[in-house]
């Protein structure tokens, strides 16, 4: 293993010489001409798709192979111009037929990114998302369905990276660990709890100019397959334990379902279920980064764990007392097998640790001392109280306090088993689900990042709460509390992620990062009930 840095990423083309004389000669603008006329038909397809600039030719037509000296320049201009205005997540959602083509136009278009001696972040992921697919159109259909080495992603990757190297770099050696937990997930939702996508975006983000070391676009090359692959694979999953779960259901006369914590009814119609399912798509059309699309994901996930609800599904390492079925779902029916949990929370300690008391969550941007005042831990002859109705402010929004005291008190009353890696809470009909890092906020020991994640839980229950209502009531009010509330927190949040970032701390990182994209998804949903 070793930590090497390459300063060269790319051997520079002829175009990028000069004469002695300082002025290019035929050869360098032939040069440059032809590698134009190889990326203009993505860029025009980019510019069309996204109506981002007029192109300079009709569709379909290319750049003339003899241009006049007005063109060359005029349409060089034009790349340029192109060139930082694309964005990743655009490319990715060009037709196949146009983005792949092509090798020598996806090649050329990755050289040219290389090349540019001032790259950006948006640069950055548009390299990463090039090299992986140009990976993908390269690789034989035997190795793109085995297991991948360096080696091999290093042999694809030559003709576009010349100086591709296989060689292990010790601060890519994360890359290895997320891949050996990816391998061992069953669902998206093991993908999303362990954080494993955002580790790996934390590394690249971190990366600075070590990520254009040929090695390590090998490295990250590798891992983006391999990623991609297990997402499909776990997506299909998902999606068939859904439509399994709505056929028991239906074979046993069950016709609807409590899906609220899916965003549907608490009477969802079974069709109307599998409609949802088999009309999901992939959230290409926005930013992966973007709350919205990790919010498309986690509905699938809810939508799954309410069926299994109502199929009173057992999940791994809980009682071996059969759990109770839904409401909804009164008859005898077989459980669907769920997917193994790979982010248990702590063990519940046989005395329940103290109920944090951090002060309630406030909307400022800058990070606050934190002076917990725990009260005494609960013995273990209290008997568990069952969840109360959280009082209102005078705004109609519910109170923070008392929502923070009732998420504990539920968790409390009914601590995660180990291998349940999310757990539900119920606060005015609404249905608000934690994770276990955000679970282990409220029952396990305290701290900054502890009190960080329960605010951030409970921004996120009171949005739920008073988006809730608004759709039922048609409530204003308490929907505007509760949103200037969580704006303001998002702020401070974003403030503390970037602090951990700072301090090398990966782990709080992810999951207040996780957190604070969940909260900004009901952000945006309570944005737009309110337009």
Excluded at 114 to 127: A, C, E, F, G, M
Excluded at 148 to 177: F, G, H, K, N, S
Excluded at 270 to 294: G, I
């Amino acid at each position: 293993m070793t930590t090497k840095i390459s300063n060269t990423t790319l051997t520079p083309p002829a175009h990028a010489e000069a004469s002695v004389a300082g002025e290019a000669g035929p050869a360098v603008f032939a040069a440059q001409w032809a590698e134009a006329r190889l990326v203009y038909p993505l860029y025009a397809a980019l510019a069309s798709q996204f109506h981002l600039l007029p192109a300079p030719y009709p569709e379909g037509t290319l750049p003339p192979a003899r241009p006049t000296r007005a063109a060359f320049e005029r349409d060089l201009q034009w790349l340029d111009a192109m060139e930082g205005k694309v964005l990743a997540y655009q490319i990715r959602q060009l037709p196949p037929e146009v983005l792949n083509a092509s090798e020598e136009s996806l090649r050329a278009l990755i050289r040219r990114l290389l090349r540019k001696p001032d790259k950006t972040n948006p640069d950055r992921d548009k390299i990463d998302l090039l090299l992986v697919q140009y990976f993908a159109l390269c690789g034989s259909e035997e190795l793109l369905h085995k297991e991948i080495t360096l080696e091999d992603a290093a042999r694809v990757l030559r003709p576009v990276l010349t100086e591709a190297d296989a060689t292990p770099l010790e601060w890519c050696q994360p890359l290895e660990q997320i891949i050996e937990k990816v391998g061992r997930c069953q669902s998206l939702r093991d993908l999303m709890e362990d954080g494993l996508l955002e580790q790996g975006r934390l590394l690249k983000e971190s990366a600075g100019c070590m990520f254009y070391d040929p090695a390590a676009l090998v490295a990250f090359c590798r891992f983006n397959f391999v990623l991609r692959r297990a997402f499909i694979r776990m997506l299909h999953a998902d999606l068939s334990a859904i439509r399994a779960a709505i056929d028991t259901l239906e074979a046993n006369g069950v016709k609807t379902v409590d899906c609220r914590r899916g965003g549907f009814s608490a009477a969802e119609a079974t069709p109307q279920l599998r409609h949802f399912c088999e009309n999901w798509r992939q959230p290409f059309q926005k930013d992966y980064t973007q709350s919205s699309v990790a919010r498309a994901f986690e509905q699938l996930l809810a939508v799954r764990a309410d069926l299994e609800d109502a199929l009173g599904v057992k999940h791994p390492a809980e009682s071996d007392v059969p759990a109770p079925p839904s409401e909804k779902s009164q008859s005898a029916v077989a459980p669907v097998p769920a997917a193994p949990e790979h982010a248990p929370a702590p063990e519940a300690a046989s005395v329940p640790p103290a109920r944090p008391e951090g002060p309630a969550p406030r909307a400022t941007a800058e990070p606050r001392e934190s002076h917990p005042h725990p009260a005494p831990a609960a013995s273990k002859q209290d008997s568990p109280k069952p969840p109360v109705e959280v009082p209102v402010a005078e705004s109609g929004a519910m109170d923070a306090g008392k929502c923070l005291e009732t998420i504990w008190e539920q968790l409390i009353a009914a601590p995660p088993s180990r291998g349940r890696s999310m757990s539900t809470v119920i606060l005015q009909d609404t249905k608000v689900l934690l994770s276990s890092w955000e679970v282990a906020a409220f029952v396990g020991e305290g701290g900054q990042e502890a009190e960080d994640l329960r605010r951030a839980v409970v921004s996120r229950a009171l949005l739920a709460v008073a988006c809730d209502r608004r759709k039922r009531s048609g409530e204003e009010k308490p929907l505007a509390a509760a949103l200037e509330l969580a704006q303001g927190e998002v702020s401070y949040f974003q403030g503390r992620i970037e602090q951990a970032k700072r301090a090398k701390n990966t782990e709080a990182a992810v999951n207040l990062g996780i957190s604070t994209k969940r909260l900004l998804s009901f952000v945006e949903e309570a944005e737009k009930l309110r337009s």
